[in-house]
T-cell receptor, first 117, second 113 residues
Framework: DSGVTQTPKHLITATGQRVTLRCSPR?????VYWYQQSLDQGLQFLIQ???????AKGNILERFSAQQFPDLHSELNLSSLELGDSALYFC????????????????FGPGTRLTVT | AQKVTQAQTEISVVEKEDVTLDCVYE???????LFWYKQPPSGELVFLIR??????QNEISGRYSWNFQKSTSSFNFTITASQVVDSAVYFC??????????FGAGTTVTVRA
């Protein structure tokens, strides 16, 4: 058990819909990362937050957004869903650090499997 | 830009054989970190090891060992005396002058009893 929790575990929804994925980092970790894992793209970094502030953006679509709340949990919002958004979405957290590179190992949650039909 | 290449797509071995996973990375930065993660059939990603660019000392941790060579930009990982529970997808990852992990495509290891 990594200490990172994600809900829900599975999500099935229809095209055009909007969903919210939730993540709670390990106790004490201020950094939260979101990754997408799909068969064709592999593991792709989406976005990172540090203590409530967005720090880095990767290959995140404009239809996707995220935020980190004062209690450090994070939510990833996916809207206008398409079939191609079906994937495993991971949240990870890491210990405090001052800047790049990401020196500390990231601990991953169990993931949310999103299926868009 | 940084890139991680895992040329081996799949490896199948019989229990107790050693397994070596290859990883080649590209980065222009002089400070970087390398990681290995394991993804068992249950789906979670499990951190295994981390190595920074300043430390080329190779180590052994239980049945795991790694060989980091800056001259060839390689960070290979070996499982000694493999067990069925080692069956998983193994990912090599690189962190360079930004905040993210860049992952390789993964190598699927199947250990047969």
């Amino acid at each position: 058990d990594s200490g990172v929790t994600q809900t829900p575990k599975h999500l099935i929804t229809a095209t055009g819909q909007r969903v919210t994925l939730r993540c709670s980092p390990r106790s004490g970790d201020l950094s939260v990362y979101w990754y997408q894992q799909s068969l064709d793209q592999g593991l792709q970094f989406l976005i990172q937050y540090y203590n409530g502030e967005e720090r880095a953006k990767g290959n995140i679509l404009e239809r996707f957004s995220a935020q980190q709340f004062p209690d450090l949990h994070s939510e990833l919002n996916l809207s206008s869903l398409e079939l191609g958004d079906s994937a495993l979405y991971f949240c990870a957290s890491s210990a405090t650090w001052a800047g790049p590179p990401a020196t500390y190992e990231q601990y991953f949650g169990p993931g949310t499997r999103l299926t868009v039909t | 830009a940084q890139k991680v290449t895992q040329a081996q797509t799949e490896i199948s071995v019989v229990e107790k054989e050693d397994v070596t996973l290859d990883c080649v990375y590209e980065t222009r930065d002089t400070t970087y970190y390398l990681f290995w993660y394991k993804q068992p059939p249950s789906g979670e990603l499990v951190f295994l090891i981390r190595r920074n660019s300043f430390d080329e000392q190779n180590e052994i941790s239980g049945r795991y060992s790694w060989n980091f060579q800056k001259s060839t930009s390689s960070f290979n990982f070996t499982i000694t005396a493999s067990q069925v529970v080692d069956s998983a997808v193994y990912f090599c990852a690189l962190s360079s002058n930004d905040y993210k992990l860049s992952f390789g495509a993964g190598t699927t290891v199947t250990v047969r009893a």
